[in-house]
């Protein structure tokens, strides 16, 4: 970014370095400015531990938009300042080392450095002004009206200009190490953040630039390099999802299994946060103890133990909801109209979906084949509910005829807010729930069709 130095920030700059320097203290002196920030909003302090982002501090905006942090790194590395946890907008890397200080002004997406700053931080503002264009484009998608027909070009273009890109402000043999590895991830994550994100049009297997033919698995994660980055959990999750899109692996076809994925993980450590990531589609704990039989092996560290750990007990306190199912109305591909409570003395089994959700569609072949194989039991309903805008009603029914979607299929439309989402606390999809015969939620967070548990879960409410 572009470097502003009026002369009483520079000075101020000047008296904060010199006494953090002094006491290893690094402090960051910033004001966040954008649409939608609140003065009293909290700014987090992140680091990144094992590849996830884990708030260290938070300061609330003042009058003046402005937000400070003092803290001892510990490590030298790469931190972050967000406005939202776990969120990768509005959300911005840097570099410290024990003592260093950072004078920064963000808005939103972009931000300026100001007054004196390190060289660590000079070269990240450099990278971030290379790349911005196509992370405006990639996780700035909410902002734009982009297709890969516009993004691959731009993208093809910003690989040909990185090409040439160089290391210009410090000879740090650390930063340096960590900042090359930065970069070859910054690019793979904003590839596949706009694959991932919704879309009007995606591309065919044949539309790919040679970048994504040439993703490489196995030589991104020969080290556990990635568990540095920011998003690295971004990456794992959806980096074999793309590599089947690129290879043309149609929807139709069953996902990958953790097995096959695990073969292309060279490192083993990287192969412990990967079931660790996995593991969030289990649901109970008779479903974790069988997840835990056939991969707890991978699980080599302290920290990985004691995650998989805490998930564990935590599953093993849950109990079912029992609560009574909340009713709903909605129509069919034929217009006519169905009912949740018309369904009383069956299982159903609810998938709330869109077409424009790439995880939900990655659910459907384990959803067909999970429906074949309950075909003659009546008792068992499965009841899938697009939450797509009501403009897009024609799109969901050509997408359900098109992939042959069976089960029955209801369309929620601009009313799935109030009548879906809020009353049974849907914050994301797919969302899988399950009701009983008598009417009762028997899970609101029920077991995906692909995990290993879903088996025993329906088996159990039949019964």
């Known amino acids: 970014m572009k470097m502003k130095k009026p002369l009483v920030i520079i000075i101020l700059s000047l008296f904060a370095y010199a006494y953090s320097s002094a006491n290893n203290i690094s402090i960051i002196n910033g004001q966040w400015n954008g649409n939608g920030v609140q003065v009293g909003q909290p700014i987090k302090l992140l680091k990144t531990e094992q590849g996830i982002l884990k708030e260290m501090a938070s300061s609330v905006l003042d009058e003046n938009y402005k937000f400070n942090f003092a803290f001892i790194p510990e490590k030298e590395g790469f931190y972050n300042i967000e406005c939202s946890l776990a969120s990768v907008t509005y959300n911005?890397?840097?570099?410290?080392?024990?003592?260093?200080?950072?004078?920064?002004?963000?808005?939103?997406?972009?931000y300026v450095l100001t007054g004196k700053n390190t060289p660590e931080n000079l070269e990240l503002a450099r990278w971030y002004d290379v790349i911005l264009p196509i992370k405006e484009e990639a996780v700035y998608f909410f902002n734009k009206n982009s297709t890969y027909v516009n993004?691959?070009?731009?993208?093809?273009?910003?690989?040909?200009?990185?090409?040439?890109?160089?290391?210009?402000?410090?000879?740090?043999?650390?930063?340096?190490?960590?900042?090359?590895?930065?970069?070859?991830?910054?690019?793979?994550?904003?590839?596949?953040?706009?694959?991932?994100?919704?879309?009007?049009?995606h591309p065919q297997s044949k539309d790919y630039p040679t970048y994504y033919k040439e993703i490489n698995i196995p030589e991104l994660t020969r080290t556990a390099a990635l568990l540095e980055y920011p998003f690295c959990h971004s990456i794992l999750n959806a980096l074999f999802y793309v590599k089947n899109l690129v290879d043309g692996v149609p929807v139709s076809r069953p996902s990958t299994t953790i097995e096959s994925d695990l073969s292309y993980i060279v490192n083993d450590t990287l192969k412990g946060e990967f079931i660790i990531m996995r593991s969030a589609s289990v649901r109970t704990y008779e479903g974790i103890e069988e997840y835990l039989q056939k991969y707890g092996k991978h699980l080599i560290t302290d920290n990985q133990k004691q995650q998989m750990k805490v998930k564990e007990t935590e599953l093993a306190k849950k109990v079912t909801t029992g609560q009574k199912a909340i009713d709903f109305q909605f129509p069919d591909l034929e217009d006519k109209e169905i009912s949740l409570s018309g369904f009383k003395g069956k299982v159903v089994y609810i998938d709330l979906w869109a077409t424009w959700c790439v995880y939900c569609i990655k659910e459907f072949p384990a959803l067909k084949k999970l429906e074949e194989e309950y075909s003659s039991n009546s008792d068992l309903i499965f009841l899938s509910v697009s939450v797509d805008a009501s403009k897009d009603k024609q799109k969901w029914a050509d997408f359900v005829r098109k992939e042959n979607l069976k089960g029955i299929q209801l369309f929620a439309g601009d009313a799935a807010d109030s009548a879906l989402m809020k009353p049974y606390n849907v914050t994301g999809i797919p969302r899988f729930i399950l009701i009983g015969k008598d009417g009762n939620i028997i899970l609101k967070n029920a077991p995906r069709p692909s995990s290993n548990e879903i088996k025993t879960v329906l088996d159990a409410a039949l019964k």
């Open 92 to 110: 911005h890397t840097f570099y410290f080392k024990p003592g260093d200080v950072l004078g920064v002004e963000v808005k939103n997406e972009t």
């Open 151 to 201: 993004f691959f070009p731009l993208f093809e273009g910003k690989l040909t200009e990185l090409s040439s890109y160089k290391q210009q402000y410090t000879q740090n043999k650390i930063f340096t190490e960590k900042f090359q590895n930065y970069q070859k991830f910054d690019v793979l994550f904003n590839a596949i953040m706009f694959i991932m994100s919704p879309r009007s049009v």
